[in-house]
Structures are given as C-alpha cells and as structure tokens.
C-alpha cells in the first residue's frame, strides 16, 4: 500500500500458489520501473532473510526398502506405546496413538482393600439393609498414564518422520520461484554421468547403525538420526553428492551461507521443528532421548542400495507417500562386467 501511494501504481499479488507473478499496473513507464525496483529489493531482503524456510532439498529415498520402513514404524509404535507388531501404519495421523481400551478396563476396577459391610435382613420385607457408617472413605491416587509420561518427555507422534519420507538429505534448497525450480531440475539432470562417475559406475549400499544427535544433549534433544556408513568405505557416496553440490553452487542455486556449510549425511527419525502445536499446546522444543538412546543406540537397522537422487518438494508429497519428486538421477543398481 505505501508503494502504490508513492508511486502512483496499482500493484496486484498473486491469489494461489499457482501463479508466481506480481502485476504492476501503472500511467507511467517510470512509475512502473520504479515500484519493481522497489519490490525486487524488497525480495531480495527477504531472500537473505532466515525467515524464509527451504522450499526443496537434495534427497537420496531410503523408503524405497519396505523392510526398513516396517523397522522405522516398530520403532515409533514401540515409543508411543503402540509397540503391537500388528498395528496398521498411520503415517498421516495428526493425533498421537494412546492405549485406551477403556484404559485396560479401568485397570481391572483398580482392585482396592476389603471393606466389611454390616447386612440386616428384615423378616418382613423382601431386601436386605446395609449398614454404611463403619465404611470407611478410601481415595485412590491417580495413575500416571504412559501418554502423560510421553508428555512430560516431549514426545508425541508429530516430531518423528513419516516411515514413507525417510531418506538421506544432501542439500537444502531455496527455490522460491517455478524458473528456480526449473533451473534446479536442469542442474541435477545435467550432471547425471558425472555422478555416475564418481560411483565408478557400481552400486553403492550403506549400513544404517545406532542413533546420534544434531543437536543438543540426551536429555534436551532437537534432532535424532541414524548414522550413516558406506559399505566398502570407500567414499564414493560422498564424492557423488559432492558433485552435486558443487554444480548446485556454480549454478548459483544455493544461497551463500549454505553453500559453505559441510555436508553430513544423516537420516533423520525425529526433529522437534515438527512438533505440530495448539494454542493450548505448552512449547517445547526439546525432547528427553534417554529412554530412546537406551533402546536404540546400538540398533541395527540393516544395508541398503542408494537408488537414485532426487530434486524433491517438501510439504508436499506424491501417491506413493515420499516426497514430490520435482526430477532424479538413477545411480548405478547393476555391476559392470568387462
């Protein structure tokens, strides 16, 4: 609105997500050039802004292994007290699954200590009188609920990945626009045998082993991943995603303080930026990973072939539950025979 009232433009922005166009109408060339100049400075600030979030990201699909996506919802069911072998998947509920079943009959009636009553039985009439001034009032003290424990800990079902999304991240992306997108399809399409060729052209498997943190301690966890191990050892996984972020840098498609950030591959099984909140939600941005870690921080989750790479979207998902893939380079699955 203060645009429009200093330069004499009418300024349209866009209604949905589909279009990605801001209109300046306008009686004048110089007023229209103007009040661009004004708002692409004021994209470009937003740009650099840490408040805009990733919109994409490099992936490498590991829920492509039904077997590994089976493990990862045991281990969810088996936090949140669902720990039945037989429990449907239900990747996409918003509510966390407590035990109910009327909470195992209300414990068994909670069986409490025996208390005599003191019965008449009048010879006249068909009833019996109970004599309650010797009974005594007995209160019983809550039981503490396993769902309340998970609170109390921070944990409830939003901050764990969806089994369908797990994967390996390479790189995040800001990609804001469709021609940024579009650019970033090209790139990592383009560089398809240089990939290939840092794989030596031979399949390249990993052992997933244990859990580690991102971020802050055991007992004030943000991040819980399963480490990552290349089969061989001979680090031509990392050479291949180093060669995709190399070419994502020199298309200039990686903002700069992204681009000089280490790579570490991880796949991440819980991460408390995807605690879903209410308005009667307390905030909580940690969890307790102690009880996790006792379990589970030897773990071994099994090997894997790397498939593919993909561009993928996030919030946004295709029918087969993982991410929208937005374009994908096949990795090598075969040995080359001479």
């Known amino acids: 609105m203060k645009i429009e009232k200093e330069m004499g433009v009418n300024i349209v922005i866009p209604s949905s997500r589909q279009e990605d166009s801001v209109i300046i109408e306008g009686v004048s060339i110089d007023s229209v050039t103007k009040a661009s100049a004004r708002i692409q400075a004021i994209?470009?600030?937003?740009?650099?802004?840490?408040?805009?979030?990733y919109s994409h990201f490099i992936s490498l699909p590991l829920a492509i292994h039904p077997e590994l996506v089976d493990k990862l919802v045991m281990f969810q069911n088996s936090i949140l007290g669902c720990g039945d072998p037989r429990i449907e998947e239900n990747v996409d509920s918003d509510s966390n699954e407590d035990y109910t079943e009327k909470e195992d009959e209300d414990q068994k009636l909670d069986k409490g200590p025996s208390v005599a009553a003191k019965l008449k039985v009048d010879d006249d009439k068909e009833g019996v009188k109970v004599d309650i001034t010797n009974i005594p009032l007995v209160s019983y003290a809550p039981k503490a609920s396993e769902s309340s424990n998970l609170f109390d800990m921070g944990i409830e079902k939003s901050i764990?990945?969806?089994?369908?999304?797990?994967?390996?991240?390479?790189?995040?992306?800001?990609?804001?626009?469709?021609?940024?997108?579009?650019?970033?399809?090209?790139?990592?399409?383009?560089?398809?045998?240089?990939?290939?060729?840092?794989?030596?052209?031979?399949?390249?498997?990993?052992?997933?082993?244990?859990?580690d943190l991102m971020k802050g301690s055991?007992?004030?966890?943000?991040?819980?991943?399963?480490?990552?191990?290349?089969?061989?050892?001979?680090?031509?996984?990392?050479?291949?995603?180093?060669?995709?972020?190399?070419?994502?840098?020199?298309?200039g498609l990686v903002l700069e303080k992204d681009a000089t950030h280490s790579m570490k591959l991880h796949a991440t099984v819980m991460n408390v930026r995807h605690r879903k909140r209410t308005k009667w939600s307390r905030k909580v941005d940690s969890f307790d990973a102690r009880s996790i870690f006792k379990q589970y921080g030897s773990e071994e989750w099994g090997e894997y072939v790397i498939r593919e790479a993909h561009l993928s979207q996030r919030f946004a998902c295709d029918d087969n539950g993982y991410y929208h893939c937005c374009a994908s380079i096949p990795f090598p699955v075969n040995m080359q025979v001479d």
């Open 43 to 53: 994209i470009d600030q937003a740009v650099k802004s840490p408040s805009l979030d």
């Open 160 to 211: 764990f990945i969806k089994p369908k999304t797990f994967h390996l991240t390479v790189l995040m992306l800001k990609l804001w626009n469709k021609e940024r997108v579009d650019a970033a399809a090209q790139v990592l399409q383009s560089i398809s045998s240089q990939v290939i060729d840092a794989l030596d052209n031979r399949p390249v498997s990993i052992k997933l082993r244990g859990l």
């Open 218 to 251: 055991l007992a004030k966890a943000r991040v819980v991943y399963l480490p990552v191990e290349e089969i061989g050892g001979e680090g031509r996984l990392l050479r291949a995603c180093q060669v995709i972020i190399d070419a994502f840098v020199k298309a």
